[in-house]
């Protein structure tokens, strides 16, 4: 398997990105690309090229994250986040993960490899692993900021898809983001979506509400791509607190040098900060066009592009794109 | 300062709310009405009635949190909200105090106070305590699933109003929740309103996105009772969890005989705790309309319902409604 790697995207690329992506081809059987700057990828990783099976495909351009994302792929064709999209178009690679300008990754997906026939509108699935049950999958995490209901029958669909592979569950709870949990609650966008997702065959246990999100009561989450946004995010910066008082319990556990009793260890609080950490899971996946791409967070480090890779290839393993283009969508009319 | 409780509202009523109505005529200088139903209310607080200044209006209905707020308000006149809330039009009490069905208090509030003349949509208040820098103000949060471009810059000078008294900020940083803090992120009706406030004399930041909620870069955010209603769930599942190991780390600290150096504590992880404690703060304010009403979470306990007592007094003592009866409002035409 191939996985190319998007090695000048995100805030701490090239390091990082090349970094994690050495960690990756060391660890999973994977062949690596790395898409970018030769020369600069040359002086950086050459010398573990040859060992790992690591290659370079050069992209002499870059896509900066303030750049509008329709107008920067038209213009730099040449950019890693195109050539990368085209290597998987073109069967070289069979994932490409990105950590750049999560925008211009999916317009260049929808360009490049186009659409799931039945699909209106590509997702991004973003899994959330803190609640001690098991991982959520979301969607959609900010692809789509206006949706109709139709579109998020479709998340649900494509979710179900996404978390039945990934997460082994054979019919995964499909829960409605809502402000109530009553079948009357929720926005307009909200309540005739319900209303739709009722008819289906999915596993739709109704409308859930933003504490649900964390206390193990669905597999999938079903919402707009702005309040998906909005909702990762409020839980990151919860998390990235939790740790910044997790590292002053450190400090203070070792001044009492009581190491051998490190209370917030032992109480799981660790656990539940590695799992508030959005670096645990790498990435999240486009869900809905033809060809596996993982979007990195933009501050993704090492052990994130390592973790990105993998779920890469877990996506790939698990032949998820082949199995969205083997569903059965529900076609719903654009007035929905 | 006489104010009214809702005796009947919420899981625990009557027993935590009268306890938590005793605790706040003990501690704040406040003459306490209890509403609901005489007997039942007798019984409980009777002894302390004569003693603490407080006294029971009669409330003979009761209204569930399942039954539709336009419907119960329409047809239970003698309920707990609608008594309580007529207590205030009639100026027999400054401020009421609910934590029952939120969606009747509003209409209730509506109906038996009307709306200050130029605001559009009253909306929730609610104060969110997590970040070390301050408390933020978040509207709405949950009166309006959905909303107009003009609604939120309503929602911003009702804010404003409020965290300058409340917080006693001279000129509160405004910020639009958002999926991207550029000015061309965001769904439909994000855009229009950023638009419009860029227009206002408020000191408007911008947008910003879920992980700024708890980082202090802003005093009141503004968004739609949706949007806003998921995001306070969200926070609050996560400060449930929070606590839930919280205690497990207490109960290993004792088991270690490390009472004396309760690293937790020390590590600021209980202040966090406590902060991420819907309890501390004890109610949302209804801005907008012409009294004081506080919105009780629904699982409110003494302490909570004591805070939320403590709430009302600071709004009636700043006279919030008063200063909001007389800002200026810019009126918006109604297809904005």
Request: glycine content about 12%.
């Amino acid at each position: 398997m191939t996985i190319a790697v998007d090695a000048m995207g995100g805030e701490y690329a090239p390091y990082e990105i090349v970094k994690g992506a050495i960690k990756a081809a060391q660890e999973f059987n994977t062949e690596i690309i790395l898409v970018g700057k030769r020369d600069v990828l040359y002086v950086q990783a050459g010398r573990h090229l040859a060992k790992l099976g690591m290659s370079i495909v050069n992209a002499s351009e870059n896509i900066d994250f303030h750049e509008s994302p329709v107008e920067a792929i038209q213009s730099k064709p040449d950019s890693s986040i195109v050539v990368g999209t085209n290597l998987v178009r073109d069967g070289v690679a069979s994932a490409f993960v990105s950590a750049g300008h999560s925008g211009a990754v999916f317009y260049s997906a929808l360009v490049s490899l186009g659409k799931v026939e039945g699909i209106e509108r590509p997702a991004i699935g973003s899994i959330i692993n803190m609640n001690t049950t098991g991982p959520v999958l979301l969607l959609d995490a900010g692809a789509n900021a206006d949706c109709r209901p139709g579109h998020l029958v479709q998340f649900a669909q494509l979710g179900t898809i996404y978390a039945r592979e990934l997460f082994g569950i054979d019919s995964p709870r499909v829960g409605l983001l809502s402000n109530g949990e009553e079948e009357n609650k929720g926005n307009h966008l909200v309540k005739a979506s319900h209303q739709l997702l009722k008819k289906t065959n999915l596993n739709f246990i109704g409308n859930i509400e933003g504490h649900d999100i964390t206390n193990g009561a669905v597999d999938v989450i079903v919402t707009d791509g702005f309040t998906g946004n909005v909702v990762l995010k409020t839980l990151e910066g919860m998390g990235d607190t939790f740790l910044k008082l997790r590292h002053v319990g450190r400090l203070l556990s070792r001044a009492y040098h009581l190491q051998g009793h490190d209370l917030l260890l032992d109480a799981g609080l660790s656990s539940l900060a590695k799992r508030m950490d959005y670096r645990e899971y790498g990435g999240a996946c486009l869900l809905g066009v033809n060809g596996n791409i993982i979007i990195a967070h933009g501050r993704s480090q090492a052990t994130t592009i390592k973790n990105a890779i993998g779920l890469a290839k877990r996506t790939v393993d698990r032949s998820i794109t082949h199995k969205i283009k083997e569903g059965t969508y529900e076609q719903t009319s654009p007035s929905e």
